[in-house]
Every structure is written in structure tokens, then in C-alpha cells.
């Protein structure tokens, strides 16, 4: 049986299909991925965070200046990829410590939406507001801070959000934290329950478009969003896995290969992000989650991505990470129990893109790799495939076969 493809309005923009490429960072999810999505009829989706790791503007001590002219660059690749009509998106955190700026070079650069999570959107509308033309899509996980959004937002800047990405517990890198007490499980993963699971009719009682997120990789979930009413689907893992995701290639290669062996465990990690979200990532020989590789590397935070602003004693504005070394932290104000299992994610996630930095006598950084917990589509089209992997075009191929 086959589902009939909706007309899908993102705003002032009409995508062929109602497919959004996840954002990925970092660069996992970069011109080449979001071009060739956007190229097939999906919208295809730049993750703004490092992008300046692989460009020409960055000379290693730079990288906020240039990472808003890279965000520009990305756009301007990714429409050279897509083709007239093609609808680009650039995926800017709010946790990033430069939120306002990549919203506003993002905008500049001519994208199509932004969407945006991991925090609440609240002032987003104030940032773009030149540029009435871009449509905006915060992420979500509960009707709570859907409605907040809508609320802020129509009284403030007199306009709502062109719809909501609601994202679940099983999508790739940062997750919301459970509406329960905090409890993890054996492995130390955050533990979820059914106050965590959203109620489609509730979000969509607010009248705005959605896209269902976090284990909407399959034929058959595409066509459970939509008879849900969802607009469509934002789907991450199946891309991430692609031959267009920026993951380095030997890092990639492990992915698979994993994966198709059934041995690839993805776990939700609640310390190891800064930014205090839960974090999913794999397990991975010779990556940060090897006890062995984590030991050896020294605290550092000589990017800064993830970092937060606080008021020092003077009343003049300084920025801190849990991440960086505990004395500089703490002499910063910052709270000693708050670094316990934090992991330099700018750092790492540049490493498993394959741009890690040099350290002093020769090493390198290693990676972290994060992957969302759906992996049976991934392995399908692998073992579709008469090469190694598959492209974007066969994910989207695949997620849409049930779509008339």
C-alpha cells in the first residue's frame, strides 16, 4: 500500500518531497550531502558548526570569523550541487557560543530555512529578521516548548515558526534530557519513558506543520508520519552513512563495517557533552569512547564552539566549557561536578570529519563519532548496494518507495 505524496510548504519554499536531511555536524552533514539531497527533491540540510575546519578562510586561530564566511561558501556549494528549485537548510544550534552570528551569515548567504535546536529558539526571529523570505524551524521534543516558542514568538515579533522539527530520544548527537527524575540504566544511559513520548495531535493542535524526527528512517515510518498528519519526516543516520556525509573515510569505513556485523552499539552519554544535553555516541576502537584513547588525552579548549558566556566579578562578559582544563574552570567560577566525564567535543567532532589538530610533539586529536540508534535501513542499503556503500540519491529513493 502506498501512501499520496503531500504538497509540502516550508515556509515560502516548496520542496519535491517531504524530507528533511538532519543536520550533522561537524561538516558530517556539509555542502556535498545537503547539495545531492536538495538535488533529489528533499531539503537538504548544512550543519553551520565547523564548517571553517576544511576552509581556506581559517588559519588556526580565526575560526569564528571564518566560520561565518565559510557558512556562506557552504551554501553557495550545496546550490551548485542542487539545481534550480533545489531548498537549502542550514542547521544552527542554540547552545553554539556564536548563535547569533551563523543565523545571520546563514541568512546573508541566501538559505532557504534555518532550523535550529539543541536549546530554545526564542530570539531566532530577531536575528533574521531582515530577511522575511527564510523560513524558520525550531527543533522540539514536547508540545511544552513547541507552545513557549509559538508564544514568545507572536508576542514579541508578531509572527509564529513555518512549522517544528519533533525530534525522539533515538536521533543521533544532542538529545532533550528525560522529563522524569534523572535515572540512567546499566551503561549509564539516560532512561525515558512515556513522559517522553510526544503526542502528534498535541503538537499539531497548534496548527503549524510538522516533521517527525529520531527513528523515521524506514518506508514504512515515513508513511507512519504522514498518516500521523505530520508533514513529513527529518531523518539523520541513513544520511550520515551515505557516501556524501563528511565523515573521514576510514572513520566511516569502521561505521559500516560495524554496523552491517551487528557489533556498532550507540548509547546516549549524558556527561560528555558541554553543553549538559545527552550525547549519543559509538562505540568505536581507537575514538574517545576507548577508555585507553580518553585517558591519554589532556584537557583542552583552544576552539571554543561549545563554550558559555558568564559575568565576571568586574561586571565584564568571559566565556567558560566544562571541558577545558578543571583549574582554568573553576578559577572561572565554573562548578567542579559540572566537568565530571566531559569531552572537548569541538575538537573531537573536527577529528572525525578528518580535521583533527595537531598537538605538540606530533599527535593528533581523536575522534568522536555520534550516530543515531536506527541502523537496520543503513544496513539494508548497504547490502543493496554493489560497492562498499550507497549514495544520497538511493536514501532518498528508499525512504520515499512507499510514496505515490
Known sequence: MSIQLPVLKLGKHTPRYPLIQGGMGVAISGPSLAGHVAKCGGVGTIASV???????HYNGRNYFDANQLAVKDAIADARKIAGP????????????????????????????????????????????RDFPDVALVPIVSSLKAAALITRRWEKTYGRVPDGFVVEGAAAGGHNAPPRGPRRVDEIGQPVYDERDVVDVADILSLGLPVWLAGGYGTPDKVAEALALGAAG????????????????ADVKAQMREKAVAGELQVRADWRV???????????IPGTLTDVTVRAARKPVCDLGVLRSAYLKADGEVDYRC?????AQYVRKGGREMNTEGRLCLCNALFASAGFPQRRPGGASEAPLVTSGTDLEPVVHLIGASDGPGYGAADAVAHLLSRIS
Open 50 to 56: 565547523g564548517l571553517a575546519a576544511n576552509s581556506p
Open 85 to 128: 528549485g533545489g531548498v537549502i537548510a542550514v542547521n544552527c544550534m542554540v547552545a553554539l557560543t556564536d548563535y547569533d552570528r551563523q543565523t545571520l551569515s546563514a541568512c546573508q548567504g541566501g538559505v532557504d530555512v534555518i532550523i535550529s535546536g539543541a536549546g530554545l529558539p526564542l530570539r531566532l526571529p530577531e536575528y533574521t
Open 233 to 248: 519526516v527529518q531523518v539523520g543516520t541513513l544520511f550520515a552513512y551515505s557516501d556524501e556525509s563528511g565523515f573521514d
Open 273 to 283: 557533552s558541554p553543553t549538559g544535553f545527552p550525547f549519543r555516541v559509538a562505540d
Open 322 to 326: 566544562p571541558a577545558e582544563p578543571l
